[in-house]
């Protein structure tokens, strides 16, 4: 128990312990992602092709399957200083409240304005269009945190931002939509009639709230049909999960300095950039025959990709205008329930972590949004951080996890990923209070149909 004492509530790292490259851990992955498609052609995407949408820097990391460390930029070393390295902590409390032999411990990522961990591949992705000599990006965001953290982003390089917000995040989170353009960007509710993809969608689909699948869409058009502009994704795409193993890479430096060895590594998912981020040294390790970890993937049961979906080619986009990408999807026309408060609402999951669950490399459950706000007022109350929703889910399965040790005396140690705070998502937290929360999971037949309908790809 003494050596127990010497654990810090906090383990903090010194500036310079801060990773200076990237980790790809595509480089080690013996069956790689499968390329992106032309969706006209179905012939893999060129770099020339990507590079009308996305910046060129971008354009080759996200190619990238070979380069293991790719270094990272001063001038984005020195925004991550404004607020990294992150927080590795102790929940001792949690653990006492549970009564858990369990060790649990969690990176925080909102120590910044955004609240999350968007903010690690958002300047990264501002800082290559901004020297790439371009005027401005366009993006989507669902609950919101992506494109807070882009916002502050652009602002800080003088860019200009356009954000497609999910319709009914734009109405139920009115106050991190001011963030937003309190930093400069204009924010504009998806589906909407300002372009021609979202006039398709409002048309097929009357009083849609919309789904990132259709914010993507829009945005997309945007930057297409507006010179100096490139489109940026905030999750699924590799370079995301490349810019975001920063998480990771601090998370092991840290728990290395204590000895410590994770048993259980949990992280929520729904495109899939916190958990691929979290998880990316510790899989490295895994794929080399180094060490062995037991990796879980936690997403919603009204929206869950993983655990119900189909592993196949998929378009990114509900407008169906983007690359296909090989990857676990409900379809790219999949609208999660209105109902459904609690974020990850996107239709498909990243390649990366497709092909390494697909390999059986990592598991994934699914969770009730009423258990997940449970277990987020629970760690609220006893560890002082109102956590985001999205968090929440890997809350509740460390929770349940820890509970489990309980039951037999093994003391495991527990990592998870907490991305960020729940400040903004307060119309969730007052539904849930107010027994106005319900549990939507889409059925069979339901899935079935939307399955039916995936580009059939020879």
């Known amino acids: 128990m003494a050596e127990e004492k010497k654990i810090p509530y906090k383990i903090y790292l010194e500036e ?53 460390y790719i270094d990272i930029p001063d001038e984005i070393r020195s925004f991550y200083k404004m607020y990294r390295p ?14 858990t032999p369990a060790k649990i411990y969690y990176k925080f990522e909102g120590n910044n304005t955004s609240g999350s961990h968007k903010l690690n591949s958002a300047i990264a992705q501002a800082y290559y269009a901004k020297k790439q000599g371009l005027k401005g990006v366009t993006t989507e965001t669902g609950a919101g945190q992506w494109g807070t953290a882009l916002s502050m982003a652009c602002s800080y390089l003088d860019l200009d931002c356009k954000v497609f917000m999910v319709k009914v995040s734009y109405e139920q989170k ?34 849609t709230t919309g789904s990132l699948g259709c914010a993507i869409s829009e945005a997309v058009e945007v930057a297409v049909s507006n010179p100096g502009y490139r489109y940026v994704l ?37 495109g899939g950039s916190n958990l691929g981020g979290l998880i990316s040294p510790f899989m490295g390790e895994k794929l080399r025959g180094e060490a062995d970890y037991r990796i879980i993937a936690v997403e919603p049961a009204s929206c869950p990709s993983f655990t119900r979906g189909v592993y196949a080619y998929d378009f990114a986009d509900t407008g169906m205008v983007c690359p296909l990408a090989k990857m676990y999807t409900l379809g790219s026309d999949f609208i999660p329930s209105a109902n459904h408060a609690g974020g990850l609402r996107y239709h498909g999951m990243s390649p990366i972590l497709s092909q390494l669950y697909d390999d059986g490399l990592m598991e994934a459950v699914s969770v009730e949004q009423t258990k997940v706000f449970e277990a987020a007022e629970q760690f609220a109350r006893v560890e002082g951080i109102l956590p ?37 998502d307060m119309v969730a937290y007052e539904k849930f209070h107010e027994g106005q929360m319900e549990d939507y999971i889409p059925t069979d037949e339901e899935l079935a149909a939307y399955a039916a309908k995936l580009p059939k790809i020879d």
Not at 252 to 261: P, Q
């Open 234 to 270: 905030g999750s699924v795409l590799n370079q995301v999960l490349l810019h975001q193993s920063v998480i990771g890479l601090e998370t092991k430096t840290a728990l290395d300095k204590y000895g410590i060895k994770p048993d259980i590594i949990i992280g929520c998912a729904g």
């Open 174 to 207: 009115p106050f991190r939509r001011e963030v937003m353009r309190t930093y400069g960007a204009s924010v504009t509710p998806s589906p909407s009639m300002t372009t021609e993809i979202g006039k398709k969608i409002n048309a097929e689909h009357p009083g």
């Open 86 to 99: 992150s927080p590795l902590v102790r929940a001792y409390c949690l653990e006492e409240k549970l009564q």
């Open 388 to 424: 985001a929703p999205e968090s929440s889910h890997a809350i509740r399965v460390a929770i349940d996890e820890a509970l489990k040790c309980k039951e037999t005396g093994e003391e495991k140690t527990i990592v998870f990923g907490l991305t960020g705070t729940g400040y903004f």
């Open 16 to 68: 310079e312990e801060m990773p200076k490259a990237w980790y790809n851990v595509r480089a080690d992955m013996k069956n790689k992602p499968a390329p992106l498609l032309n969706p006209g052609t179905h012939q893999p995407m060129t770099a020339e092709e990507l590079g009308g949408v996305f910046c060129a820097d971008l354009v080759a990391q996200e190619l990238d399957n070979d380069t293991p």
